[in-house]
């Protein structure tokens, strides 16, 4: 046996310790160097680290809600709208910003720009599709999917369609002869009507608001697969398969829906191959997933071609990002024209004076309903769908960032250093959005107001963007002329305080929002 007489277990305790103390201290200055000592928020773990992003957001650990938790103070340090994210003891530092004019470099310039490989990994959880792809192969995915979003009556049946669903589930709820109701969960009602509604008009599947989405594969339908999977999405790309073979149920319940999920997405790609749908003949070639198909098919043989695998992948994230962001963004608006009666009754009077009367809209009625638009979009920046976009430079490079004074700072990034565009700080710029804790739909009506780039920028723009806004401003439209939605407040609460728990009381995972909150439902006396 060896021994060290000369050095007691406490010493060598103490040298590890102050071994490991300048380990972090350098590594903790090689972060501050490569954001450019940027201050901003320091943590135990940065949001680059898998503690940081697994444990809950607190003081301490930046978890997956920092960015909106720290709304009102993420650039209070700085002063200026670029700051940094580090970790005292890991992960890769972050630089974060609420620029719309850094969002814009970032986003416009694809030659400089891309997705980093953890980004991409976390989307991928049935292999590569349009969103998890870097700019090697992401235009081979773009182009199959894009024709389907391209298709000029697409967003009129989609106009159809929303009417069509929001009658069938009146029906079935049996709240169509209703004079009040409560809504108990207006998040699970918005995402069914948003999984409905992309299911039918973009992949042709007929469906009535009480029949369960596909068969029940595993002891699953879709809408539950889709429950148990939005949530872990990350978990399931990046976890090794044998995980989910350990004795945890949240695992094992986790990979059944994975399974079940391609099961019912190859059945739904095999039948409609067996239809026929490339055919010019065929009733439904003109949806989303039919002119996918068909553009596939068209490159079969070549290197554009994708395969079944990467079909059923941007299948599932078509499905998953179509239902799960509109509908999160649909619930907050909802929720906040609730608490804001006056904002409400002038979005009712809009809609009122474009439809005639006893009428459901038409989608020429679309371009007229300008305020209920500016509704949606001021609910999707006071919560955007999704709380931050990243990217990393394939180079060495330069941002320019708006400065105190008005004239810009260049700020050098090194290659592959993260930066995140904030959507929250963004949205709540007051440099670009005058009283941005407001909810001000008529900023919208604005010519000059800046766009809102939550859909993204440049050429990886969302091309969801119409389907979703039109799904958006019909569904508000119908409510809007049928009923009057209240909140349902507590013993001495205001309305300030309602809104005040429905900011606090969010979650995030593919979407960002509000948790499950109720709404009161009260027919409008004209009817």
Known sequence: ?????????????????????????????????????????????????????????????????????????????????????????????????????????????????????NVIDSLSAFGPNVFSTNQAD?????????????????????????????????????????????????????????????????????????????????????????EVTSGSVILLSVLPRWTFYLPFKPLRRLHRARQALEIILRGIIDGRRAEGVASESSSNNKNIFSLLLKANDEEKGSKAALSDQELVSNVYLLLLAGHETTSRSLAATLGLLACHPDIQEKAYEEVQSVLKKGSDPTFDDFERLTFVQG????????????LAMIRAPLSDTVLSVPGKDGKPISIPFKADQAVWIDWVGVGRNARVYPDPDSFIPSRWLDPSTEPLLNFSYGPRVCIGRRFAVTEAVGLLCLLLRDYEIKPLLKPGQSLQDWRAELETEVDANVGFGPKPFPLKMTRRSSL
């Not at 509704?375 to 999704?386: D, H, M």
């Open 375 to 386: 509704c949606f979009f001021e609910g999707l920046r006071l919560f955007p769908s999704s």
């Open 1 to 117: 046996m060896y021994s060290i007489p000369f050095l007691s277990w406490p010493v060598l305790l103490l040298v590890a310790f102050l071994f490991l103390a300048v380990d972090r201290i350098v590594a903790y200055r090689r972060s501050l160097a490569a954001v450019s000592f940027l201050p901003g928020k320091r943590y135990f773990f940065s949001p680059f680290s898998i503690p940081g992003a697994l444990f809950p957001t607190s003081r301490w650990n930046p978890g997956n809600l920092w960015m909106w938790v720290e709304r009102r103070t993420a650039y209070r340090k700085t002063g200026e709208e670029v700051a940094s994210c580090i970790g005292w003891l890991g992960g890769a530092p972050v630089v974060y910003n609420n620029s719309p004019e850094v969002a814009k470099q970032v986003l416009g310039n694809k030659t400089i720009w891309d997705k980093p490989q």
């Open 138 to 226: 992401w235009p081979r995915h773009r182009r199959i999917v894009a024709p389907g979003f391209q298709n000029g009556t697409l967003y009129p049946a989609v106009w159809t369609e929303t009417i069509n669903t929001y009658y069938d589930c009146l029906a079935t709820e049996k709240w169509e002869n209703e004079s009040s109701f409560i809504i108990p969960n207006v998040v699970a009602v918005t995402s069914k009507f948003a999984l409905y509604l992309i299911a039918k008009s973009g992949f042709g599947i007929d469906l009535a608001w009480n029949e369960a989405l596909g068969e029940r594969i595993q002891g699953m339908t879709m809408p539950e697969c889709f």
